[in-house]
Nanobody, 121 residues
Framework: QVQLVESGGGLVQPGGSLRLSCAASGSIFSINAVGWYRQGPGQQRALVAT???????NYADSVKGRFAISRDNAKNTVYLQMNSLKPEDTAVYYCNLKIRTHDRPYDWTYWGQGIQVTVSS
Protein backbone atom coordinates (compact mmCIF):
# COMPACT_ATOMS: atom_id res chain seq x y z
CA GLN A 1 0.00 0.00 0.00
CA VAL A 2 2.93 2.31 0.71
CA GLN A 3 6.14 2.34 -1.28
CA LEU A 4 9.40 4.17 -0.59
CA VAL A 5 11.88 5.20 -3.26
CA GLU A 6 15.34 6.33 -2.20
CA SER A 7 17.66 8.28 -4.46
CA GLY A 8 20.65 10.59 -4.43
CA GLY A 9 23.43 8.31 -3.30
CA GLY A 10 26.72 7.77 -5.05
CA LEU A 11 30.42 8.51 -4.95
CA VAL A 12 31.72 11.87 -3.80
CA GLN A 13 35.10 13.27 -2.82
CA PRO A 14 35.85 14.38 0.74
CA GLY A 15 34.44 17.83 1.34
CA GLY A 16 31.72 17.34 -1.22
CA SER A 17 27.96 17.24 -0.86
CA LEU A 18 25.09 14.92 -1.60
CA ARG A 19 21.37 15.10 -1.04
CA LEU A 20 19.44 11.93 -0.33
CA SER A 21 15.73 11.71 -1.04
CA CYS A 22 13.11 9.33 0.26
CA ALA A 23 9.77 9.59 -1.51
CA ALA A 24 6.67 7.83 -0.23
CA SER A 25 3.67 6.95 -2.34
CA GLY A 26 0.41 5.12 -1.82
CA SER A 27 -2.65 5.57 0.32
CA ILE A 28 -1.01 8.06 2.67
CA PHE A 29 -2.93 10.05 5.22
CA SER A 30 0.06 11.56 6.98
CA ILE A 31 3.77 11.07 7.48
CA ASN A 32 4.80 11.55 11.07
CA ALA A 33 8.18 10.84 12.65
CA VAL A 34 10.99 10.40 10.13
CA GLY A 35 14.57 9.28 10.53
CA TRP A 36 17.68 8.59 8.51
CA TYR A 37 19.95 5.74 9.57
CA ARG A 38 23.24 4.49 8.25
CA GLN A 39 25.33 1.37 8.45
CA GLY A 40 29.02 1.65 7.66
CA PRO A 41 31.40 -1.20 6.86
CA GLY A 42 31.60 -3.50 9.86
CA GLN A 43 29.25 -1.26 11.84
CA GLN A 44 25.78 -1.56 13.29
CA ARG A 45 22.93 0.50 11.90
CA ALA A 46 22.88 3.85 13.69
CA LEU A 47 20.57 6.82 13.81
CA VAL A 48 21.76 9.86 11.86
CA ALA A 49 18.93 12.37 12.02
CA THR A 50 15.24 12.67 12.84
CA UNK A 51 12.49 15.14 12.05
CA UNK A 52 9.08 15.24 13.68
CA UNK A 53 5.75 16.11 12.12
CA UNK A 54 6.11 19.54 13.70
CA UNK A 55 9.52 20.07 12.12
CA UNK A 56 11.72 19.51 15.14
CA UNK A 57 15.08 17.93 14.30
CA ASN A 58 17.79 15.97 16.07
CA TYR A 59 21.19 14.83 14.84
CA ALA A 60 23.90 12.43 15.81
CA ASP A 61 26.92 14.26 17.20
CA SER A 62 29.06 13.01 14.33
CA VAL A 63 27.00 14.89 11.72
CA LYS A 64 25.90 18.03 13.56
CA GLY A 65 26.63 21.15 11.57
CA ARG A 66 27.15 19.17 8.38
CA PHE A 67 23.89 17.32 7.71
CA ALA A 68 20.35 18.68 7.56
CA ILE A 69 17.14 16.70 7.49
CA SER A 70 14.03 18.23 5.96
CA ARG A 71 10.66 17.25 4.57
CA ASP A 72 8.32 18.38 1.82
CA ASN A 73 4.84 17.40 2.92
CA ALA A 74 3.29 18.24 -0.45
CA LYS A 75 5.60 15.73 -2.13
CA ASN A 76 5.58 13.14 0.67
CA THR A 77 9.35 13.30 0.50
CA VAL A 78 12.10 13.49 3.11
CA TYR A 79 15.62 14.72 2.42
CA LEU A 80 19.03 14.46 3.97
CA GLN A 81 21.41 17.18 2.83
CA MET A 82 24.99 16.09 3.49
CA ASN A 83 27.76 18.67 3.32
CA SER A 84 31.47 18.58 4.12
CA LEU A 85 31.44 14.84 3.67
CA LYS A 86 34.16 12.74 5.24
CA PRO A 87 35.36 9.22 4.45
CA GLU A 88 33.83 8.04 7.72
CA ASP A 89 30.42 9.01 6.34
CA THR A 90 30.69 6.12 3.90
CA ALA A 91 27.74 3.84 4.58
CA VAL A 92 24.46 2.51 3.35
CA TYR A 93 21.77 5.03 4.28
CA TYR A 94 18.21 4.05 5.12
CA CYS A 95 15.14 6.22 5.54
CA ASN A 96 12.60 5.29 8.18
CA LEU A 97 9.10 6.74 8.02
CA LYS A 98 6.14 6.36 10.35
CA ILE A 99 3.10 6.69 8.11
CA ARG A 100 -0.62 6.80 8.74
CA THR A 101 -2.61 5.34 5.85
CA HIS A 102 -6.26 5.75 4.99
CA ASP A 103 -7.04 2.13 5.84
CA ARG A 104 -5.35 2.07 9.24
CA PRO A 105 -6.09 4.21 12.31
CA TYR A 106 -2.48 3.97 13.51
CA ASP A 107 1.06 4.63 12.32
CA TRP A 108 3.16 1.95 10.67
CA THR A 109 6.92 1.97 10.23
CA TYR A 110 8.36 1.71 6.72
CA TRP A 111 12.00 1.30 5.75
CA GLY A 112 13.78 2.21 2.57
CA GLN A 113 15.93 -0.48 1.01
CA GLY A 114 19.12 1.48 1.52
CA ILE A 115 21.36 3.54 -0.76
CA GLN A 116 25.13 3.56 -0.89
CA VAL A 117 27.09 6.71 -0.10
CA THR A 118 30.83 6.47 -0.68
CA VAL A 119 33.18 9.29 0.26
CA SER A 120 36.61 8.72 -1.21
CA SER A 121 39.34 10.48 -3.11
Amino acid sequence: QVQLVESGGGLVQPGGSLRLSCAASGSIFSINAVGWYRQGPGQQRALVATISSGGGTNYADSVKGRFAISRDNAKNTVYLQMNSLKPEDTAVYYCNLKIRTHDRPYDWTYWGQGIQVTVSS
